[in-house]
């Protein structure tokens, strides 16, 4: 099955949020050009969630969600791999908010998974659909 954008937006939500719920802050609201080695550590934390969750995703998209270079995501991606092997605390502090997006969302990435979402996405369609002809009625620009 291939990835579609709108997949990959609602996976960037749900890490996004898993990481905004472990951290306490709005990841989003923080401006790109923050350098701060908190912010850095976060923003690798989400992308490698990401990136673990819709392998097929590319740098420039992983790199679009934080307005910020391919290169510095295959850096993150790095570091990651570097940092995770060596510093305890930040493999616990990874593990910590990769266990609360699993469990908060209960998210494998299976076909199933993904049937589902694409199933979800055609019933809130239909939902919208069913709410603006309520409205339109209501108004009495249609019968």
Not at 120 to 126: A, K
Request: proline share 1%; net charge positive; glycine share 2%.
């Amino acid at each position: 099955m291939k990835v579609t954008q709108e997949y990959f937006k609602f996976i960037s939500t749900l890490v996004i949020q898993s990481c905004n719920d472990y951290y306490g802050n709005d990841m989003m609201l923080t401006s790109p050009i923050i350098r701060s080695e908190n912010m850095v550590k976060k923003r690798r934390i989400v992308w490698v969630l990401i990136k673990e969750a819709v392998p097929t995703m590319s740098l420039i998209d992983l790199a679009n969600i934080f307005q910020k270079d391919h290169t510095t995501v295959l850096y993150s991606l790095r570091k990651h791999h570097d940092l995770i092997q060596v510093d305890k605390n930040y493999r616990r502090e990874f593990n910590e908010v990769y266990t609360l997006f699993l469990s908060k969302h209960n998210f494998k990435n299976t076909e199933e998974d993904r049937l589902n979402f694409l199933s979800n996405q055609i019933r809130l369609l239909f939902e919208e659909r069913r709410k603006i002809k309520l409205k339109l009625k209501q108004s009495g620009k249609i019968l």
